[in-house]
């Protein structure tokens, strides 16, 4: 069983930054794929980045390509999202999902509902 925390999330104005934190406990991650959803009221989740269990591996949606950078600390169990340059629409409640995936170090490909593990999310607001 993996528990997952998110924090970080708060109100930040239009350009700002915020660096989202995912930790887990219960298990390393040092075998999990990670990936950050982000879901809007009255919207399905959506995939915002995900990475591998090494770290070398990490994938981003368009919307938030060369805004968002994700990170792991495999030594702390936990994932990080700096997310930079942030416009009204990257408000939602963002939450990390995680994926056993033995050896193989790319990113989960797999849909939200078949995640083993997620977090509760934390809610950012981008507003002015």
């Known amino acids: 069983q993996v528990r997952l925390v998110e924090s970080g999330g708060g109100l930040v104005q239009p350009g700002g930054s915020l660096r989202l934190s995912c930790e887990a406990s219960?298990?390393?991650?040092?075998?999990?794929?990670i990936v950050w959803y982000r879901q809007a009221p009255g919207k399905e989740p959506e995939k915002v980045s995900c990475?591998?269990?090494?770290?070398?591996?990490?994938d981003y949606a368009e919307a938030v390509k060369g805004r968002f950078t994700v990170s792991r600390d495999n030594a702390k169990n936990t994932v990080y999202l700096q997310m930079n340059s942030l416009k009204p629409e990257d408000t939602a409640v963002y939450s990390c999902?995680?994926?056993?995936?033995?050896?193989?170090?790319?990113?989960?490909?797999?849909?939200?509902?078949?995640?083993?593990?997620w977090g509760k999310g934390t809610l950012v607001t981008v507003s002015s």
């Open positions: 999902a995680v994926r056993f995936m033995a050896v193989d170090s790319s990113c989960p490909n797999v849909g939200y509902y078949a995640m083993d593990y």
């Open positions: 219960g298990s390393t991650l040092d075998y999990y794929g």
């Open positions: 990475i591998g269990s090494s770290g070398s591996a990490t």
